[in-house]
């Protein structure tokens, strides 16, 4: 039955190409009525200030890692049931910047000397990364939002069932980690993008910072649903992350590994990546 689902998983996730370019408007009064979805792929950009957005298609997963720690079990088969964007890369400072000068977000976090500009920003509590989300649905009339966990690790998959898009292990040049083996590793994070992306576009899901989720903690994925939705009961206080950083150790960078930590904690290990809602 697994294998069943994780081959659905693929056909549905991977049938169309990227597309680099915004799909092309209805063609019909009728049409137009309702925007039509993006394909699979499609860069979107509400305003200049915004970050980039990738549409990931709709398919099925398998969410977890038997071979992972309790955390990460059981694994269960998950329903994407509909379209979402996610940030092509994590939010940087520039992004961050243009919303503290648009007094959408109160100040500008510390970089601890490494620069600002394309690097993530980091030392942002999780409800400040939504103070910058709340930001972009007022400007632009989107939602947008913080991604659920089940959203975070099928984006971060990409239709892979290994431990990482490209493979069971570390390579290097793959990500910024502790062991990754790039100019930042173990030192501090990297511009984003400094990485190949994975097969649907999408950059540092594995290492540079870890990435808040709307989720509260759970333990395991024990009673959790077999949809997208966030967990919103549980420790609450506390908030699931994902992604690893270039900090910690590269298995901790794996896409089915969960981590947790305080809702007020900031940190230079800390950032974030939004999600858009398509129609």
């Not at 996730?13 to 209805?26: E, F, N, S």
């Not at 659920?148 to 290097?172: C, H, K, L, V």
Request: hydrophobic share 35%; with cysteine; proline share 9%.
């Amino acid at each position: 039955m697994i294998r069943v689902l994780i081959a659905c998983a693929i056909l549905l996730a991977c049938a169309a190409p990227p597309a680099q370019a915004q799909a092309p408007a209805p063609s019909s009064p009728a049409a137009a009525q309702t925007p039509a979805i993006p394909k699979p792929g499609t860069v979107i950009r509400d305003c200049p200030e915004c970050p980039e957005m990738v549409a990931v298609p709709p398919g099925i997963f398998i969410m977890g890692s038997p071979k992972g720690e309790k955390h990460e079990r059981p694994t269960r088969p998950v329903r994407v049931a509909k379209a979402f964007a996610i940030g092509k890369y994590e939010v940087t400072f520039d992004e961050w910047e243009a919303c503290v000068r648009a007094s959408g977000c109160d100040a500008v976090p510390n970089d601890h000397g490494w620069g600002r500009g394309r690097r993530p920003v980091m030392n942002v509590e999780f409800e400040t990364a939504k103070q910058y989300a709340r930001w972009l649905a007022k400007k632009t009339g989107r939602v947008y939002r913080l991604p659920s966990e089940a959203e975070w690790e099928y984006a971060a998959r990409a239709g892979t069932t290994t431990e990482f898009p490209w493979g069971d292990s570390i390579e290097p040049n793959r990500a910024n980690c502790r062991e990754c083996g790039t100019e930042w590793s173990g030192e501090k994070t990297a511009p984003v993008g400094s990485f190949p992306p994975n097969a649907w576009g999408l950059h540092d899901f594995n290492g540079n910072v870890w990435e808040w989720t709307e989720d509260c903690w759970n333990p395991d994925h024990a009673g959790a649903a077999g949809d997208t939705r966030a967990r919103v009961s549980g420790e609450c206080n506390f908030r699931a992350m994902r992604g690893g950083s270039w900090y910690y150790f590269g298995r901790l960078s794996r896409s089915s590994y969960r981590f947790k930590n305080a809702a007020e904690v900031k940190s230079y290990n800390i950032g974030f990546r939004v999600v858009r809602e398509l129609p």
